[in-house]
């Protein structure tokens, strides 16, 4: 399955933005789907996840609240609605899947990634 994760941006500290991850190739019905992040300088870390229904969602602490995702099975997408946004968030934001069965928080276990997409907030 190919990713292309889009809607990255500069905004202002308490902004929103909205990523979108197109899914082709195969039904992404069929993954489970998350958010990593990677600041510069700093490992790829864990910010959501999806199981295949889009039924149950998983969040780190350091967004829960502020960020909501969710997944349109028909349209093959999967969106992170981020809301409240700080400073912190800047960082480049990958869509993946993951052939597993249950919500995995570990990126080892994500199977195909997204190319990025640059969330830059400013303070």
């Known amino acids: 399955v190919q990713l292309q994760a889009c809607g990255g941006g500069l905004v202002q500290a308490g902004g929103s933005l909205r990523l979108s991850c197109a899914a082709s190739g195969h039904t992404s019905k069929d993954y489970a789907m998350g958010w990593f992040r990677q600041a510069p300088n700093k490992g790829r870390e864990f910010v959501a996840a999806t199981n295949r229904s889009g039924g149950t969602t998983y969040y780190a602490d350091s967004v829960k609240g502020r960020f909501t995702i969710a997944r349109d099975t028909a349209k093959n997408t999967l969106y992170l609605q981020m809301t409240s946004l700080k400073p912190e968030d800047t960082a480049v934001y990958y869509c993946?899947?993951?052939?597993?069965?249950?919500?995995?928080?570990?990126?080892?276990?994500?199977?195909?990634w997204g190319q990025g997409t640059l969330v830059t907030v400013s303070s």
């Open positions: 993946a899947a993951d052939r597993g069965a249950v919500i995995t928080t570990t990126s080892r276990n994500y199977d195909y």
